[in-house]
């Protein structure tokens, strides 16, 4: 057969190469269906800040490639510190058909453990295993992993850390929702010489702050507490109280004395690596429960000088962060 005979097909086969070269493109660039992720936290959606646990999840998709409204969708819900409105929220976002949910604090991880549908849980906790979140840190073992922020360990500093900036420190109210945080307070009070003072009800904190007669107030790093520190500090501030929370995004920056905590932006981030992994195929049974690492001592020299409290020089060696 002859070059002129076989010009013909060849000319044809180039021209269809040709034409799915043009098409294929097309296809690729079709974005495939987005991952839907739902988001249900019991703090204030006013609340978000540039430090805090959100901004460093959506850094942390962006950092694995998904895009926002494109790869990936945020069914976000917010309780604003209602507690009794989360069921309602959890079985909204679940009713969405999400991919994996997120939520934080723990509890919720538990209220959506036993909803319908059942998905993947990625939750923020101070203690997976001791809340019974998880069997175990390295293998979870059903339907919730996420990101350990240590807690626990890290509250007793808020005593030792006042007791430093304060020595003659002798009377703390403490509002904290964390049983086990509150057991480990309770044996670092000892060490301490110090008596805590720790309200039932922390609606009614304030009149019990001043029936105890407290010379200090320690606040809890739950999110839900967001929506009523600025009361609760503002209170403490009018009767010339030292605070310190575990609220490390938002408390110093409103006028809170210290704060020390995990670095919530950090885990954030590390809230996004374990939600890739699942919607890569992974399932949360398997996903050993990541750590927090970095913790973050701030402290607001503004207020130390309205209460008249002189900072100790090792004290503000030691802060990673320092406002003027």
Same mark, same amino acid.
């Given at each position: 057969?002859?070059?002129?005979?076989?010009?013909?097909?060849?000319?044809?086969?180039?021209?269809?190469?040709?034409?799915?070269?043009?098409?294929?493109?097309?296809?690729?660039?079709?974005?495939s269906?987005?991952? +839907?992720i739902g988001?249900?936290t019991?703090?204030?959606?006013? /609340?978000?800040?540039?430090?805090?646990v959100?901004? !460093?999840?959506?850094a942390?998709m962006? $950092?694995?490639?998904?895009?926002?409204? $494109?790869?990936?969708?945020?069914?976000?819900?917010?309780?604003?510190?209602?507690?009794?409105?989360?069921?309602?929220?959890?079985?909204?976002?679940?009713?969405l058909?999400?991919?994996?949910?997120?939520?934080?604090?723990?509890?919720?991880?538990?209220?959506?453990?036993?909803?319908?549908?059942?998905?993947?849980?990625?939750?923020?906790?101070?203690?997976?295993? /001791?809340? !019974?979140?998880v069997?175990?840190?390295?293998?979870?073992?059903?339907? =919730?992993? !996420?990101?350990?922020?240590? %807690?626990?360990?890290?509250g007793?500093?808020w005593?030792?850390?006042?007791?430093?900036?304060?020595?003659?420190?002798?009377?703390?109210?403490v509002v904290?929702?964390?049983?086990?945080?509150i057991?480990?307070?309770?044996?670092? %009070?000892? *060490?301490?010489?110090?008596?805590?003072?720790?309200?039932?009800?922390?609606?009614?904190? @304030?009149?019990?702050?001043?029936?105890t007669?407290?010379?200090?107030?320690?606040?809890?790093?739950?999110? %839900?507490?967001?929506?009523?520190?600025?009361?609760?500090?503002?209170? %403490?501030?009018? +009767?010339?109280?030292?605070?310190?929370?575990?609220?490390?995004? *938002?408390?110093?920056?409103?006028?809170?004395?210290?704060?020390?905590?995990c670095?919530?932006?950090?885990?954030? +981030? +590390?809230?996004?690596?374990?939600v890739?992994?699942?919607?890569?195929?992974?399932?949360?049974?398997?996903?050993? =429960?990541?750590?927090?690492?970095?913790?973050?001592?701030? #402290?607001? #020299?503004?207020?130390?000088?309205? #209460?008249?409290?002189? @900072?100790?020089?090792?004290?503000?060696? $030691?802060?990673?962060?320092? =406002?003027?």
């Amino acid at each position: 057969m002859t070059n002129d005979q076989m010009g013909s097909p060849w000319r044809l086969v180039v021209l269809l190469l040709a034409m799915i070269g043009v098409i294929a493109p097309a296809y690729g660039d079709e974005p495939s269906k987005p991952a +839907r992720i739902g988001y249900v936290t019991s703090g204030p959606r006013q /609340g978000l800040t540039k430090q805090g646990v959100h901004a !460093g999840f959506l850094a942390g998709m962006a $950092r694995r490639g998904y895009v926002l409204g $494109r790869t990936f969708l945020l069914e976000e819900r917010f309780a604003e510190g209602h507690a009794e409105r989360v069921p309602e929220l959890v079985h909204e976002v679940l009713s969405l058909n999400v991919d994996v949910l997120v939520t934080l604090p723990p509890y919720i991880a538990l209220i959506a453990q036993q909803s319908i549908p059942k998905v993947p849980i990625v939750t923020l906790s101070g203690d997976p295993v /001791g809340t !019974g979140l998880v069997k175990s840190l390295s293998h979870p073992g059903g339907d =919730i992993t !996420g990101v350990s922020i240590q %807690a626990v360990e890290y509250g007793v500093k808020w005593l030792e850390l006042l007791k430093e900036a304060v020595p003659t420190l002798h009377k703390v109210a403490v509002v904290i929702n964390d049983a086990r945080q509150i057991d480990e307070l309770r044996k670092a %009070a000892l *060490t301490l010489g110090l008596e805590l003072k720790m309200p039932s009800d922390i609606e009614e904190s @304030m009149s019990a702050i001043t029936a105890t007669a407290s010379q200090a107030l320690v606040f809890g790093d739950d999110s %839900a507490f967001e929506v009523i520190s600025p009361k609760l500090l503002q209170f %403490a501030q009018e +009767r010339h109280l030292p605070t310190i929370s575990g609220l490390g995004d *938002t408390f110093v920056y409103i006028g809170g004395l210290m704060s020390y905590s995990c670095n919530f932006y950090e885990v954030g +981030r +590390r809230v996004a690596d374990q939600v890739d992994r699942i919607l890569k195929g992974s399932h949360p049974s398997d996903l050993p =429960i990541d750590q927090a690492t970095e913790f973050l001592l701030k #402290l607001n #020299l503004r207020t130390a000088k309205e #209460l008249g409290v002189t @900072m100790p020089t090792a004290l503000l060696a $030691r802060a990673d962060e320092v =406002i003027e």
